[in-house]
């Protein structure tokens, strides 16, 4: 089944709900030597922590990691990575009223008629506290990627109707985490945070939009005809909770656009060195880089806790109306960012590593 | 690698080049006792075949299949089915003018790249001749669905800046096969191909949209964390050649709803049986199907063969003139609605038999 | 790479070394509903523990096991179950006269010609330490199968070159805890006591041989051609420390056998029920269980750690002599008991799970 | 599933039953730029096939293989490399009485069991010729190793009670091909011809044990813990039909011994080369390859089809008694020499890539 394994040589599997004692993660399959910087790891578990500014969310979590093996004197030994965050304490009181009411738009009800029966506490498994796990995986993966030149980062380009105004490059997030919503155009970050506190007020919430940048990857990565790159980062990035949509290069825009427009010109400088003088492909084609920038972007839909009374239905098949209560986020799109990050590195590490066997 | 091999219990290997011997696949994994009707089959790959009608790809080519092995007395015995189309004679000095240049926007650079060097002969194993192996593996994926009362069908939502009308059900698509363009809104279906036309006369190219929708899943396929039902369709479609954007359910367009407006209100009727007022989630929730159609788009870029010549680079890292040559597509995008059916339905397939463990 | 993964649907991995902070593991695919029994994990983990009798081991050690995820209100949910043991605080000086030399028949030297360097405390990862992470996955394994009515039992045939008198049934072996060796021949038992304690003096160890029966089987379990159930079953006790052959049914018998006096022939009884007279093919036929007990044997090496002075070589390739010193196992083989039967009941618990997709 | 594909990164995915239209296989994840020397495939299966010598069978077959796939211009392309081989026209009618027949210690009586029903002309899958693909996908496997200076040879040690004198070194085993039994002992061979050409009078058959030696294999193959490079052998070669037991090094030989004389010391030469005064370990410590040639040893059982008259059942549940009919082998082992080289090679291949991500 393998449904919370990630990856083909470089392995990320998973575990842990909201409310149980632990979660975290194996990674199998890292080469031996990587210095593994533990600080590093942290410091990206706390950029996807909630209460990191009001915008996000109000919770105080403090998550630590442990890694439990894998790590010799400071160096992968070429085992099994393995590493936990301890859940604090919750009182499980909180949720009796979740026992048996279906929420509108989350798990509750698909998981009863998948399992037969689930974890009502935080959401359990479905709980976007699942993506820490993800999140300390890719840190891993980062390291090896830095290794060999390559940097993912990503970016807020929406929220809500408010968009950015244009693409940034890799060059221009050196600032990013010092917008609240992690958006590089400061303007666009600031009416982002009036849509943010405007909707707090009504107990709503909203979606928005993820841009990411790979930048530093030589060509060759991506195996056809199944595993192309750009199918690897959709699947990856589309297992994120609440991801609706996935764009490569010039994505939803593309089918609009005449071959002649759209097609990337190789041209070669005095070395003979090969680049293109666009990147409609989004560094991508055929399913393997091109050595190019690779960007893509991911729609993520507003969460559905909202804090308005909603009509639902119970595991009776009785309809009832569910309370407003407990916390609300306006929106987790912000805090998504570590988390494409984390998938995209996944991807782009284990790519690397399958493209040894590419030759003789 | 598996890089080409598709699923985890029903399962796609595909093999094959545009210009060698013979094209095919293996299923295993497909349960004992599916009456296998190859009729069917090869009514598919005639789907997907160029040369239907003027609009889609002047060659004339046929594909017929055969049934090497995992049949008896009509049925699936558990074993691989395996199948091969075979390629007609091809006089490969069509593909000289190629050997060495590498065409903007196509696979020969990153495959290069990648191996060393390439097949240049049609594209070899990067031609979208390779989506045949696809096609007939999902008619088989689709012969097991219909069993258990699920149907998959796509159409042509956009080319180029033409988009159909609305959103159509899959009761609307009894006729769309007599779209030349495989759209169900005749007024854009005619817009269509007046576009093709005229860029046929320019000798440029052009994208387009589909729609599809699957109709009939039981609610509970899918499986958390890493291959939630999105995650699987998203990795499917997005590895069929061209393909640059997939979304679910409101897609793009749910980041700007609101919470309010984007939740799916449940409601049970008399006898208790849940159903969404809304399905603004494309039915998956959680990663797992709640009952309510699927529904995804997938864009596609334009072919990047024109009938123009272009500028680009050679093996030799020359800058060189790649003439207009050979034959020249517009708009392939009605030739992938069977494409986009086959990869859905080798995922719901896979699902299906997942879904056998779920529960003791 | 998956390497420290085992199975296909119901799936272990894990992870941990001797002298790091713990070790443990995660199951996947656990169908939900199961009841898991942790007491029944853990007094199969004190089955694997050394120091439960002066024939295994003199270490004391208590693994007491935690269950961090997948399990609520007593139940499998679906979702992961992780697991962890926490290692005592190890005082390392122990093993600095390790550090640069490689033990004779230990995995010191391979370890680093792999991965460049190895955690040399207490063996690292290739410390039969992990096989603790096996018995935990190997006891939610064995929950499972009970469910179907199968048992996994099994016992020491021969320690060195005392052999029990005859193959024992699963009936006669309730009382195989009470032997220090885990014979079921008491007068063998004794016999291979007096070598222990023989071999113990003269700081030798010797090897033995376990006999594995599988009780309650249906017909059906085995996937030809590749993962034939012997195959699986061979796969996963030769991946145990120390074990160096395996057999089914007649083993190495059955080369100088005739096939007259091989073949099980069938019989039919008034229901029409079918069963064999006589049992050689150990209950697989044709890669497929028939019903009939499955009985295979593992061949476990004297293991490495003598308390003798041997001569040997350092990582700097120069010859030195290991000194006698430290703890001394003269033979593990009554502790290997438990994991082999973990290791069969993960084979046969996954092939139950993958037969629920033979059929239509 | 995956039940008719074996390895990680080098796959072989088989096909084909023997009395379908044909039988193939396809190796995806070949490096690119390997030579594919079809006349040296083409010779393997030339080994496996029947009638090689009176000893072996009776039957006269050519087996013919066209590759289909990822060549060109002689090199593997890094594309899937699929071939076939067409089965020639068998009348089925010699097979009716064997519609209903469970043959004894056949497949027959499992299939059904597991399949509901299964094609009975000539064993269907379960028949030896499936061994075919094996061949031609170890045959590429064995092109690579060769690249890297690895050899694998087999040769036949026992047929029935007749043994080889000693063991063989892979330099002793250049004429072994001039024996009718792929016995390197002259004597022994003979004798082995008269225990065949007895049972032949007898209408009984014999089983027999394969001895297989890797040479040039360098340290550092293997990945524990679960894929230990014995384990993976171990599989490869129980996954033969009709084969009952593997064991590395001493195998069963190995727990009558004491630690002190199993052990394998370490010496290092002048230059502070590392090497093992002898070889117990066969080749492996810890799972992995320690650079001495590796040497495994696989028992075969009696084939099932004998000439002489069973009692047995059929699907109906009556006693029956199956007539002695048709052809009829009395040992097949000589025969089995290129397949248990095939599946070493194959497994040697896998684990030569996937050793490519061991280091950063």
């Given at each position: 089944?393998?449904?919370?394994?990630?990856?083909?040589?470089f392995?990320?599997?998973?575990?842990?709900?909201?409310?149980?004692?632990?979660?975290?993660?194996?990674?199998?399959?890292c080469p031996?030597g990587l210095i593994i910087d533990?600080?590093f790891?942290?410091?990206e578990?706390?950029?996807?922590?909630?209460?990191?500014?009001?915008?996000?969310?109000?919770?105080?979590?403090?998550?630590?990691?442990?890694?439990?093996?894998?790590?010799?004197?400071?160096r992968s030994?070429?085992?099994?990575?393995?590493?936990?965050?301890?859940?604090?304490?919750?009182?499980?009181?909180?949720?009796?009223?979740?026992?048996?009411?279906?929420?509108?738009?989350?798990?509750?009800?698909?998981?009863?008629?998948?399992?037969?029966?689930?974890?009502?506490?935080?959401?359990?498994?479905?709980?976007?506290?699942?993506?820490?796990?993800?999140?300390?995986?890719g840190a891993i993966a980062k390291l090896l990627l830095k290794e060999s030149g390559i940097q993912v980062n990503a970016?807020?380009?929406?929220?809500?109707?408010?968009?950015?105004?244009?693409?940034?490059t890799a060059d221009e997030l050196g600032?990013?985490?010092?917008?609240?919503?992690?958006?590089?155009?400061?303007?666009?970050?600031?009416?982002?945070?009036?849509?943010?506190?405007?909707?707090?007020?009504?107990?709503?919430?909203?979606?928005?939009?993820?841009?990411c940048i790979i930048e530093g990857v030589p060509a060759g990565l991506g195996?056809?005809?199944?595993?192309?790159l750009?199918?690897?980062l959709?699947?990856?990035?589309?297992?994120?909770?609440?991801?609706?949509?996935?764009?490569?290069?010039?994505?939803?825009?593309?089918?609009?656009?005449?071959?002649?427009?759209?097609?990337?010109?190789?041209?070669?400088?005095?070395q003979?060195k090969i680049t293109t003088?666009?990147n409609?492909?989004g560094g991508i084609?055929?399913?393997i880089s091109n050595g190019a920038g690779i960007i893509?972007?991911?729609?993520?839909?507003?969460?559905?806790?909202?804090?308005?009374?909603?009509?639902?239905?119970?595991?009776?098949?009785?309809?009832?109306?569910?309370?407003?209560?407990?916390?609300?986020?306006?929106?987790?799109?912000?805090?998504?960012?570590?988390?494409?990050e984390a998938?995209a590195a996944l991807v782009i590490a284990d790519h690397l590593l399958r493209n040894r066997?590419a030759?003789?």
């Amino acid at each position: 089944m393998a449904a919370n394994t990630f990856g083909t040589l470089f392995r990320l599997t998973t575990f842990g709900e909201s409310h149980g004692p632990a979660l975290g993660g194996i990674i199998d399959g890292c080469p031996a030597g990587l210095i593994i910087d533990t600080e590093f790891i942290q410091y990206e578990l706390d950029r996807r922590r909630p209460g990191q500014s009001e915008m996000t969310t109000p919770r105080d979590e403090s998550d630590t990691i442990e890694i439990l093996s894998g790590v010799f004197e400071g160096r992968s030994t070429g085992t099994p990575i393995a590493f936990e965050v301890r859940n604090k304490d919750h009182h499980s009181f909180d949720y009796d009223h979740l026992r048996d009411a279906y929420r509108p738009s989350h798990a509750d009800y698909t998981y009863d008629s998948k399992f037969g029966f689930r974890d009502y506490r935080g959401g359990g498994r479905s709980s976007a506290r699942e993506t820490l796990s993800r999140v300390a995986g890719g840190a891993i993966a980062k390291l090896l990627l830095k290794e060999s030149g390559i940097q993912v980062n990503a970016y807020v380009s929406s929220i809500g109707e408010v968009d950015a105004e244009r693409v940034y490059t890799a060059d221009e997030l050196g600032q990013v985490e010092l917008s609240p919503v992690r958006c590089p155009d400061l303007k666009a970050s600031e009416k982002m945070v009036e849509l943010i506190n405007l909707l707090k007020a009504e107990g709503d919430t909203t979606g928005g939009v993820i841009t990411c940048i790979i930048e530093g990857v030589p060509a060759g990565l991506g195996e056809p005809v199944f595993d192309k790159l750009q199918a690897d980062l959709a699947k990856a990035v589309m297992s994120i909770n609440t991801a609706r949509g996935f764009e490569i290069g010039e994505g939803f825009n593309a089918p609009s656009m005449r071959g002649s427009a759209h097609n990337d010109i190789f041209t070669a400088d005095r070395q003979g060195k090969i680049t293109t003088e666009t990147n409609h492909s989004g560094g991508i084609q055929g399913g393997i880089s091109n050595g190019a920038g690779i960007i893509f972007r991911v729609a993520f839909k507003p969460i559905a806790t909202i804090k308005q009374s909603q009509p639902t239905v119970n595991r009776q098949g009785e309809n009832i109306v569910l309370p407003s209560k407990g916390r609300h986020d306006v929106c987790v799109v912000p805090r998504a960012v570590p988390i494409v990050e984390a998938m995209a590195a996944l991807v782009i590490a284990d790519h690397l590593l399958r493209n040894r066997s590419a030759r003789m």
